[in-house]
């Protein structure tokens, strides 16, 4: 990515890991990179856990089932916007969700943008399964265009 910042003429961008469909209103996380005015902007998202959860009394007693619940952390979505000035915490053997984005977010210079809509990511073959057969039947959240 910093070897790109040569041809973005000192313009903001964004970037993605393209291992994730989303139905992010991109308009929308660009306008509020914008509004706050740090370096960078990485979307947060709540993804639903693969796995039904358990719900246990504090005695091991099973209190319940959650089929699989919705995470209650926020992670990584892997949209981005940066500013120029983002490409100096990026080295050439960084790996950006861990020292440049660590470093932003330790000089406060990183903001989140929570994503609640659609969002699955293209890890594993399963994963390629799943989203091939939504887009194949025409159940595709994250085609958001005509």
């Known amino acids: 990515m910093r070897q790109a910042g040569e041809a973005l003429d000192g313009q903001a961008f964004c970037a993605t890991y393209a291992d994730g ?10 306008a509020y990179h914008r509004e706050h005015g740090d370096l960078a902007t990485m979307t947060v998202v709540r993804p639903e856990l693969q ?8 005695d091991g007693r099973v209190r319940g089932f959650s089929e699989k619940p919705r995470l209650e952390h926020w992670i990584n979505g892997g949209f981005f916007c940066f500013e120029p000035g983002a490409l100096d915490y990026i080295g050439a053997d960084s790996i950006l969700e861990r020292e ?24 594993t073959y399963k994963d390629a399964v799943l989203l091939n057969d939504a887009w194949s039947h025409d159940r595709a959240p994250w085609k958001i265009w005509s």
Do not use: T
Request: hydrophobic content about 45%; overall charge negative.
């Open 51 to 58: 796995f039904g959860v358990a719900e246990l009394n504090g």
């Open 100 to 123: 440049p984005l660590e470093h932003l977010a330790s000089d406060g210079n990183l903001h989140a943008y929570r994503h609640e809509g659609f969002w699955e990511c293209m890890d």
């Open 21 to 30: 469909v989303a139905d992010i209103d991109l308009s929308s996380l660009i």
